[in-house]
């Protein structure tokens, strides 16, 4: 397949959706018809259906107790508390990053750039070129977020002090962590630094993290995500990179609390204010919700379903639900995307965070045909849109009844990426996602789309074969 | 035509539309295909297309003109005030209604109990009995919203010390008028009586208004209402009857204004609690957001769009844009509706309200297709929703550039109902809305759509025919 058009409801032609050869989509493109690169390939030939594991265990059912599972979890975000006294394994010289392990020497420019702008932040380096000594020496230890129930958006860097959000899943009893979510522009989880990072890093810890906690403090049924999520799909979320209805819900149901437990009512004008200004502040917690539920269905024999997709910036990992601890990796991709004004796709650092959780869990790119508005943000058209909803069915286990989309008539979103059936038809996960600078130091430059690289899967799927 | 069925994207049957014979309806439905009647016409045969009037007025040139100044308006919520004292014309003694003029004598159950309500609230009548005597005497004067550059939902009765929001159309200057919505169930505006009733009315009064009224006027710019009604319509919401992500909003939009001009934090959070739990809290500011927009646009000789369309449960009653003065009646519709569940079509009253005026000014009914979810308060499918918007594009003049429909691939929404394609298309225009209970004082049933009365446009027609 090398071109397509598609049609709309009314037979008129929408827009060529190009792939493979991008020199075709130039061409198309030269010619005024809006075109999309998708990062397809031909699915291998006939792929055997893996049924039963060598061991002897039934795969479909074990796909069926790992869905069930995700769909049950309930994450609630209940309190807050300090990276350094929540975060299991944390420790005062550690620094969580996004995605599969990564040495500082692998590291791509965002992430040092935050990791060195946390080291400044956290008084541990006066200035850029001290941190980048500290943050080269063994005197730092560097973890994914994913091995300490964590999960990171682009960089994806958690130092000791910085404030985390804490979602416990009522179904199941674990519990996620995130760090609140800073806005967009020259930020550090997009390797932005500078005075005005730290000093808004430091407002956060100081200020909005205070505020946030009584008022959680004060809530003894905390906040239920799930049920936030499910609303915004019904507002036109997608809830990875639309949080507009999901961050407008969250500050209706904590106003109150904020209000009762407030000590200022300066400070408490600043917080309401600086979640208004900032529709990316639940992105902080869709993600850690995704991550909650993703958990218990994790270590389930013969399970060939994704639990965990993440970025570093340099390798792009997938775990498997049979094989929790294994990272499947692969070079991180190139986002197809929409730039600031002032930047170029020769800017941009390759896909980057773990923000593929919200995919993982059947919202984000799974559910971008909630989300028709958000093709101004990251590219493309509603009705491709809708066309990726439709096919990331094909590589999904489940429909999650919690999460429904109106205008596919309250269908389920596509839930429980199975590793057999992206071998089987060659489709790879939809990703949406920010762009960081490749720089360090630089921050946010656009936003767009983009697929999972085949290869996490590909080698996935052979192990599956002789598991 | 007495069946169709239309497919979806992908070539599946969705649903059966069933127009004119209801029984038909009744037997697919028995089949347990999902079924939607719609109150559909044949279209009079041959109508000619009304070019120049009897005077030489060019009426596309007219009807241009009308909608540019519709799409020119910008709503601002400026202030608030008491009735009496900022509406033009309100007194003492008088009391405004929905729709077109009514007497006391043919007034509907709901808008009576409204009546009765309001003069108990106002202290002129110790119980309804005594209400309902002084309701029926001389001593009150009816006059309906719209002669007063206002408008009210359902019943719509405005008395003198309600608070409203004053809404100025910053590009022409006028302003209109609308109180404060009390919520759902047993509420006045659904003519709803008792205790309860009148114990919240006095709450929004004294302390609800204080509240908003001290926030705003640390606003100097004031709300843009029109941007916050085209970021809802991205949203999920039609700001007729959805107005859960506009509620959201203005919210966020107040918040911060609120907590600074704060005395009470136990007020404060109460205020929060009283909009965060109506998720209709916006449509009594939808609502006079359009009765600003229209205004401007009334008394251009020639044209035949509607600039008012209003019920008071009675009486259906439109105006046009060259007849400003003249209303054109027919009876109330019967709604077809969802209903709550001790509740049944018996119980409804006839279609009410001045809420028609967001879908004369190109939301509401009209952009139904961008909200697929409300399906789920007023009957229907999604994809019906998305084909009433296609339909309401025949009878409209002009598309709506500031109010986009990002399903439709952000196409601007039916904007000037021209009385001429009612005519000439047999479509009438969609209404959604709720329902009250047909007696006075016990309130809201359910919601539903149906269609505007074909009478009123055939009267206007014959006018203008001879103009």
Known sequence: MSETTINNLFGKPLSVINVGLSSMAQSVEAQGTPVIDVDWRPPAESVPRLRVTRSGVDIEAANDETCRRIKQGRPVLVSMGIARDVIPGMHERMILHAGPPVSWERMCGPTRGAVMGALIYEGLAKDEADAAKLAASSAIEYSPCHHHHAVGPMAGVVSPSMPVFIIENKAFGNRAFCTQNEGLGKVLRYGGMGPEVY???????????????????????????????????????????????????????????????????????????????????????????????????????????????????????????????????????????????????????????????????????????????????????????????????????????????????????????????????????????????????IGMVGAGILRAPARCFEDAFEVLKNQ
């Open 199 to 441: 000093a808004r890093l430091k407002w956060m810890e100081t200020t909005l993290y205070p505020a946030l906690d009584r008022a959680l403090q004060s809530l003894p049924d905390g906040i239920d995500l799930r049920s936030m999520i499910a609303q915004a799909l019904h507002m036109g979320d997608e809830c990875h990179n639309r949080n507009r209805a999901a961050t407008s819900l969250f500050l209706r149901a904590i106003g109150p609390a904020l209000a009762r437990t407030s000590r200022d009512n300066e400070v408490l004008a600043q917080v309401i204010e600086f979640i208004d200004r900032n529709d990316h502040f639940f992105l902080n917690l869709s993600m850690p919700a995704g991550k909650a539920m993703l958990e218990p269905a994790e270590g389930i024999p013969g399970s060939t379903i994704v639990t965990v997709m993440a970025r570093n910036g340099t390798d792009f990992g997938i775990r498997l639900s049979s094989m929790p601890e294994r990272w499947f990796t692969a070079p991180a991709g190139k986002v197809q995307g929409l730039y600031f004004p002032q930047f170029t796709e020769a800017d941009a650092n390759p896909d980057i965070g773990d923000s593929t959780v919200t995919e993982t869990s059947g919202y984000g790119g799974m559910a971008m045909a909630a989300a028709p508005a958000i093709t101004k943000f990251v590219g493309g058209t509603p009705q491709l849109a809708l066309k990726t909803t439709l096919e990331m069915y094909e590589i999904t286990h489940d429909e999650h009844e919690q999460f429904t989309i109106p205008a596919l008539n309250f269908r389920g979103t596509p839930c429980g990426i199975d590793v057999r059936k992206v071998m089987e038809t060659g489709i790879l996960p939809q990703i949406n996602t920010g762009i960081a600078h490749k720089q360090p130091g």
